[in-house]
């Protein structure tokens, strides 16, 4: 790893969604990052709403923060990014993984959209290369590809930080489902020893936490304990039975809530799409595709 500032990690739970987003920063009034924004969605009456964000906002004023980097792990299938709302507020450059190019492609043709939605990236600033790192102020994060949830999944590493994206979860609750168009639970296993690989101690940030049992939401295990008592995948899981596992549970679970906003606007870097010509923005369902 290398040596750089310690750098602060703030965290936000939106309990909604079940998802953190993080600001990352040296001190007061440094340059900082932002991982995972959640954009509030009520589906029932299709509107959004910009509380989670705004806890965010609030933060990074309070501390005369400079937003550079707003980063994406991956196209979330469960919650909305709040990511041009944010940009908007605070300013910083939108960035997610290179391989988003395959989860456009991909949704392009689930959502049957026109050439008005270009599968090339060009909705967010920067395309992060696999360890590719970029710098905010004293401190730097280093870009992990780790596919398997889905094709563009990316980690990202600050110091002795890994903000692990849908990968591994906390060790009681697991890893990340692969059932997604794109996924796979070979790939997941294999990106997944690459985290594992790094030394006990190393901190991981999760993007979700869902309790099985009545104990707290957390955000931070360690590489040690996920080895130790990862339910899905501790020390001694081979990839075979890994795949067995991952795959017959896929079977079972029920599509996200979200998924169908969430990609629509996702793929879009989170930007809405192109208003009709009644000033209304629509999203489409797809019967019977996914
Ligand atoms: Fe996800």
């Known amino acids: 790893m290398s040596s750089q500032p310690q750098a602060i990690i703030k965290d936000f739970f939106d309990p909604e969604t079940w998802t953190f987003t993080y600001v990352v920063y040296e001190s007061e009034a440094s340059p900082c990052v932002i991982i995972d924004s959640v954009m509030n969605y009520d589906p029932k009456s299709g509107r959004t709403s910009t509380q989670s964000a705004d806890a965010v906002i609030a933060f990074v004023k309070a501390h005369h923060l400079q937003v550079t980097w707003i980063l994406e792990t991956h196209a979330h299938a469960d919650h909305l990014t709040a990511a041009p709302y944010l940009q908007s507020q605070l300013g910083g450059q939108l960035v997610i993984g290179d391989h988003i190019t395959q989860v456009q492609t ?4 689930v959502f049957n959209l026109d050439d008005g939605f270009k599968a090339d990236g060009s909705q967010f600033n920067h395309l992060l ?27 990202y590493e600050i110091g ?5 994206g849908d990968t591994v979860f906390m060790p009681d609750v697991g890893t990340a489902r692969c059932d997604f168009p794109g996924g796979d639970a070979k790939t997941l296993y294999q990106s997944i020893q690459k985290i594992l690989s790094y030394p006990a101690n190393t901190q991981l940030y999760m993007c979700h936490d869902y309790p099985p049992t009545d104990r707290p939401v957390k955000f931070r295990t360690t590489v040690g304990e996920e080895k130790a008592s990862n339910i899905h995948i501790h020390d001694g899981v081979t990839q075979e039975q890994f795949v067995q596992m991952r795959t017959s549970r896929d079977l079972t679970l029920e599509m996200p809530t979200l998924i169908l906003p969430s990609i629509q606007v996702n793929i879009r870097a989170g930007h809405f799409p192109k208003p009709e010509a009644n000033g209304t923005s629509y999203l489409k369902i797809p019967l019977n595709a996914l």
């Open 106 to 109: 991909v949704f392009k043709g």
């Open 129 to 155: 290369k696999e360890d590719e790192s970029l710098a905010f102020g004293n401190l730097s994060l280093k870009a992990l590809f780790v596919p398997g949830h889905t094709p563009a999944c990316m980690a």
């Open 160 to 164: 002795d930080a890994i903000f692990v």
